[in-house]
């Protein structure tokens, strides 16, 4: 019989293992999760921090296993190798017994129908209880172990960030808080920080963003008071400015072009109920959590499937007023709450999506209304994807007019760079965002 702490240790093992072969982490999370019984909510939690915390800390775990290994493991044992990374994240990471971990991780080999590399889990786990001392300096003495970033990553961010690259690669191994959105239509914040209070959630506002809450320590969403009734929805604090600085007006027709699942379209409509908003994405999988939010959050506007490079395909002639588009990126400003990006990005990724980014500003541009306004946002910290894209698209089009974007969060936490605005991670404990705007010139009803 194996415990049910050495049947988390194995699942953990098993959900790093799967990210570290390709899937996300979330992906492989659910798919665990929606296999487990029901309740055994404890188990799921200890699931969720082993497994967040080896992808997190994957690029120092994976150096230090292979050196306590006298040979490396086999290719098809790479589940045991996540097993040693969820066994040394806990005794580095975790405020457990340590022979107790030790113990319910050398008892999942079972779990995994493993039972031969018991001796062998045991005997490495023991080294590096005996050495730990030792692998926490030689943590602390190698600045690629202490960080955790790979190093192409690393060598972007000290080009980008000359005098504080460390600390912007630490700041994605933070926590991130969880961050709510107040639906200003259906009440007012104040009022649903009362609410959360009275049902025991301590929670406080974002100064400098006005539909923002912090919840002083992560919950459940589910069962936050007026979360079902659509009053909430988890957003970071940096991706609430999208709406605001769109800078909209009842009656617009409002594109946004890279929408699912919605979050930000939602934010458009709770804040202008009469827009025309029209929320396009290329991925037609992902349309039904645009549908899913609009309807807990009681929006509307239209949902397309299309291609935002190609709108002949799906655009009815008319001009917007207004366009937002939030482009796919790197997601190097959210690492922090998707440390498994760090183990899929790769460096000629960059080149890939500067090139769509670019491919979708031109395209989205003549169907922006003369006098019309586009803000191009990123969740990514890395000027390729940022300042330069921008700057680029500027100088192929004369007509766009770079916007200054008064916010009083983007004046305050960001870094201006002449176009737009860096917020980079962590600060005001926000996720990292770039936000810039252009006006095109012409006369038009906008
Ligand atoms: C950063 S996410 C958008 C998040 C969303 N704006 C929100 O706030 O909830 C980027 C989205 O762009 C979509 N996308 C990528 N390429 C696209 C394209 N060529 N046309 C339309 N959508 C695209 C992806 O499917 C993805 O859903």
């Known amino acids: 019989m194996t415990s049910p702490a050495a049947r988390a240790r194995a699942h953990a093992a098993q959900v790093v293992d799967r990210v570290r072969a390709g899937r996300t982490l979330d992906d492989a999370l659910d798919e665990l999760f929606g296999h487990l019984p029901a309740g055994l909510s404890e188990e799921r939690s200890l699931i969720q921090e082993m497994a967040y915390g080896a992808i997190r800390w994957h690029f120092q775990l994976a150096p230090l296993t292979r050196h306590l290994l006298d040979k490396p493991l086999a290719a098809k044992d790479s589940d045991l190798d996540s097993l040693l990374h969820v066994g040394l994240y806990q005794l580095l990471y975790m405020r457990v017994v340590p022979h107790a971990a030790v113990n319910e ?23 590096a209880l005996r050495e730990l001392e030792m692998l926490r300096e030689r943590i602390t003495s190698d600045e690629t172990l202490a960080l955790a970033t790979p190093d192409w990553l690393l060598a972007r961010l000290q080009a980008a960030y000359p005098e504080d690259w460390r600390r912007v690669a630490m700041a994605a191994n933070a926590r991130a808080p969880l961050t709510l959105r107040v639906h200003a239509g259906r009440i007012e914040r104040a009022a649903a920080i009362e609410k959360l209070a009275a049902g025991g959630y ?5 100064e400098t963003v006005d539909s923002a809450i912090t919840l002083a320590t992560p919950a459940p969403v589910d069962a936050l008071p007026g979360f079902r009734d659509g009053e909430l929805s988890v957003q ?22 890279c929408a699912a699942p919605g979050g930000k379209a939602a934010h458009l409509l709770e804040r202008t109920p009469a827009l025309q ?13 645009i549908r899913e939010n609009f309807t807990r959050l009681g929006v509307h506007g239209d949902i397309v499937h299309g291609d935002a490079a190609t709108p002949a395909d ?25 440390p498994d990006i760090r183990l899929h990005r790769q460096p000629g990724d960059l080149e890939r999506l500067a090139a769509t980014q670019a491919r979708l500003l031109d395209s989205l541009w003549p169907i922006l209304a003369p006098g019309g306004k586009l803000v191009y946002v990123t969740c990514s910290i890395l000027p390729e994807e940022n300042r330069q894209g921008v700057a680029a698209f500027a100088a192929r089009q004369p007509q766009a007019r770079p916007l200054p974007l008064p916010h009083p969060a983007l004046a305050q936490h960001a870094r201006a760079d002449g176009l737009g605005y860096q917020i980079l991670p962590g600060t005001a404990d926000m996720d990292g965002f770039y936000y810039a705007g252009f006006e095109k010139s012409g006369t038009g009803p906008a």
């Open 105 to 127: 991780t050398v008892s999942a080999t079972v779990v995994l129908n493993k039972d031969w590399a018991r001796g062998l889990v045991n005997a490495v786990l023991r080294r």
């Open 202 to 206: 301590a929670a406080h506002p974002v």
């Open 236 to 257: 970071d604090a940096a991706a609430q400015l999208a709406a605001p600085l769109l800078d909209v007006r009842n009656g617009q027709r409002v594109l946004d072009a």
């Open 277 to 289: 908003l029209v929320a396009l994405d290329v991925d037609r999988s992902r349309l039904a959590r």
């Open 314 to 338: 799906w655009w009815d002639g008319q001009p917007f007023d207004r366009i937002l588009l939030d482009a796919p990126c790197s997601a190097t400003g959210v690492i922090r709450r998707h």
